[in-house]
């Protein structure tokens, strides 16, 4: 999670190694800095070995790592850029780059990336960082969002164990959390402090849109019936059939484990990463899965906001940073990174490799998930943060607690809703 508030001393500390954009030294030689946001061991060993053998074989055009955060990167790199400071390479995510492109802080790519780059990743993935005419980023890490679950729970119960080719309806998915429940345990905990992301993606599934972009260009926020489906399904797990724990849906995904260890819930929806730390923490002996989340109309379709790599439109250097990203995100290396965040990459040959196909932690039921993975629906929508901290946070909250019904939920995403993206839309 990416918190968006401005820590004084990480700033400093960070803008003290990011003295700005890429130099040329008197001999000729390049220095782009490459500001990398992994913060996993693994991951930010594969990129520091990555910068490395890059150096080795670039000798005119040196990378220097810089280490970034994920709990400040937005102000940080808004003070960057306004300072005439910003690395040339930026590491970033997706839903967080409209500001920063359309305030022209970031290099338009279209003409700047390969050919062999650009397609390799699927479209639906550029889509995720296109603003307007130009593609302010390279969509190279994504992570669906499944329901991690206790296997031998399961498997005593006698429910169908859904998988990608046959994943339980929204339907299905409620009535098996019934199931699953009682005694003071639970089929499912939805850890939803941050609501606003999980309920959108997931409802690309049920065919939820909640944004609809009119023939002018301007975005208006509609709650139909299909943007119903996963938020009333939550709503009446926890409410009405008891079978969603209600204290967790303040709740991290992380506060959710002791709970899920301990044999409280059956289920918990988790982003596909989250294995790393159940593999780490799980009580030894402990049976753990991956389940896909379920499907609706539009079957497994859920939005993603894909980890980026994009280039300062101040660099002096934008060929060469786009040069080191194709290098980065050659197919064996993006296999690297992926692995080390234990997430997806986007790259079809990426895709392909056989350590993203084992059973092992279940990386083959999340790289089956890839191909339905889709731009997440507010991924373009001026005056998005807004919306989602001042009206769509304390809506769904309230909502999934029991304290508004359906029809203010819906009266407040839009017609508050629609007066905040109004602003952004003169």
């Not at 040339?88 to 780059?97: E, G, K, M, T, V």
């Not at 079978?243 to 409280?264: I, K, N, V």
């Not at 629906?377 to 029991?402: C, H, I, L, M, N």
Request: some cysteine; glycine content about 10%; proline content about 6%.
């Amino acid at each position: 999670m990416r918190t968006r508030w401005i820590v004084p001393l990480v700033l400093m500390v960070l803008l003290a190694g990011c003295t700005g954009g890429g130099t040329s030294s008197s001999d000729g030689r390049i220095t782009l800095r490459f500001q990398s946001l992994a913060w996993q061991e693994e991951s930010v060993e594969a990129n520091k070995e990555l910068v490395k053998e890059w150096n080795a074989t670039h000798p005119d055009v040196k990378v220097e790592y810089v280490q970034g955060s994920w709990d400040s990167v937005h102000d940080q790199l808004l003070t960057s850029f306004e300072g005439g400071e910003a690395p040339d390479i930026i590491h970033d995510a997706s839903d967080d780059l409209a500001d920063f492109a359309y305030g022209g802080y970031l290099a338009d790519l279209t003409d700047l990336l390969s050919e062999r780059l650009r397609s390799d990743i699927p479209q639906r993935s550029w889509e995720t960082a296109t603003f307007g005419d130009g593609i302010y980023g390279v969509p190279f890490l994504q992570e669906p969002r499944v329901f991690v679950a206790n296997a031998e729970w399961l498997k005593e119960s006698g429910v169908r164990i859904p998988t990608p080719e046959r994943p339980w309806s929204w339907a299905e998915f409620r009535s098996v959390t019934r199931q699953l429940s009682g005694d003071g345990k639970y089929g499912v905990a939805w850890p939803l402090k941050e609501p606003v992301s999980a309920t959108l993606n997931l409802s690309l599934s049920a065919g939820g849109q909640l944004f609809h972009r009119g023939t002018d260009g301007k975005v208006a926020v509609r709650f139909e019936a299909a943007d119903g489906t996963v938020p009333g399904t939550i709503h009446d797990q926890a409410n009405t059939d008891r079978s969603a724990s209600p204290t967790t849906l303040g709740s991290g995904g992380s506060d959710t484990l002791p709970g899920f260890f301990g044999g409280r819930y059956a289920m918990v929806p988790l982003g596909f990463s989250y294995r790393q730390q159940i593999v780490q923490q799980a009580p030894e002996g402990f049976d753990w899965q991956v389940l896909p989340a379920p499907a609706g109309v539009d079957g497994l379709t859920q939005g993603v906001s894909p980890q980026t790599l994009s280039v300062a439109e101040d660099s002096p250097h934008q060929q060469e940073a786009a040069e080191f990203i194709d290098f980065l995100l050659r197919p064996e290396n993006m296999v690297r990174l992926a692995l080390g965040d234990w997430m997806l990459p986007t790259g079809i040959e990426a895709l392909k490799d056989p350590a993203l196909h084992t059973t092992k932690n279940d990386w083959a039921t999340g790289t089956a998930l890839a191909e339905h993975l889709r731009s997440a629906p507010a991924q373009s929508v001026r005056g998005y943060p807004e919306w989602k901290d001042k009206v769509a946070t304390p809506a769904f909250q309230e909502y999934y607690s029991g304290a508004i019904g359906l029809g203010e939920l819906r009266e407040r995403l839009e017609e508050d809703g629609n007066l905040v993206l109004a602003r952004y839309q003169r």
